[in-house]
């Protein structure tokens, strides 16, 4: 459970290894890829840093531990799992599969699934994936956040890519990464803003400006 691609802004990796310590800042000192780093013997050691740049006792914890520990606390609540690294969202899938809150509910029905657009750019290309198809079968309802970003704009049609998600019953909102008015996506945010009335659509919203 850590948000960055990198360890050097949430834990104290840069202590514990005897590097520098990163500063988000500057983008100076260690900062390693979460991804090329083992979990179990290293990253299970590392103390989270908040935002003030204090270290705290608390270490990371893997996705099924904080799960686990909602169900045991009897926790009610919901999470947005925003994803860094597509290889890691089947996984997380199916260690959240036999997991639930207190009160019998799926993880993978609380567990948001915030995912690039560009991943997969359609309903066909989502829906084909082991994970989901397994999803349909057990009758898991998925809920899911396709994360368009300017750069998707030359790279596919990211209007017909959202019209197409959000026709499902699955995808519960979108965010649209909109740095400036009248820029690239812009076409996106008008035509949810157009559309909050029209049947068939799931979800509305009003971007990321």
């Known amino acids: 459970m850590v948000h960055d691609t990198g360890l050097g802004r949430e834990t104290d990796v840069g202590e514990y ?6 500063n988000p800042y ?20 590392l103390h989270l840093r ?4 204090r270290v705290h006792a608390e270490t990371i914890p893997t996705l099924p531990d904080m799960v686990t520990e909602m169900h045991e606390l009897g926790l009610d609540v919901v999470l947005q799992l925003d994803f860094k690294d597509k290889e890691a969202v089947g996984p997380a899938y199916w260690a959240l599969k036999n997991l639930t809150n207190a009160a019998g509910v799926p993880a993978n029905e609380w567990c948001i699934y915030k995912l690039q657009a ?3 750019r359609s309903p066909k290309e989502l829906e084909a994936l ?5 999803a349909f079968a ?17 790279a596919f049609d990211t209007l017909g890519s959202l019209k197409a998600f959000m026709k499902t019953n699955y995808t519960v909102s979108a965010e649209i990464e909109l ?13 949810v803003e157009g559309c909050e009335s029209e049947k068939g659509q799931t979800f509305k919203t009003s971007g990321i400006l």
Do not use: C, R
Not at 17 to 22: L, S, V
């Open 17 to 22: 290894t005897g590097m520098p310590a990163y």
């Open 26 to 45: 500057t983008g100076q000192g260690y900062n390693p890829l979460v991804k090329e780093s083992n979990f179990t013997g290293f990253m299970e050691h």
């Open 50 to 53: 908040d935002d003030a740049g």
């Open 118 to 120: 560009s991943w997969w």
């Open 130 to 134: 082991d994970w989901m198809q397994d």
């Open 138 to 154: 057990s009758g898991i309802n998925i809920a899911y956040i396709p994360v368009y970003n300017p750069e998707d704009a030359e």
């Open 179 to 191: 740095y400036s008015a009248k820029g690239p996506l812009q076409e996106l945010l008008d035509h």
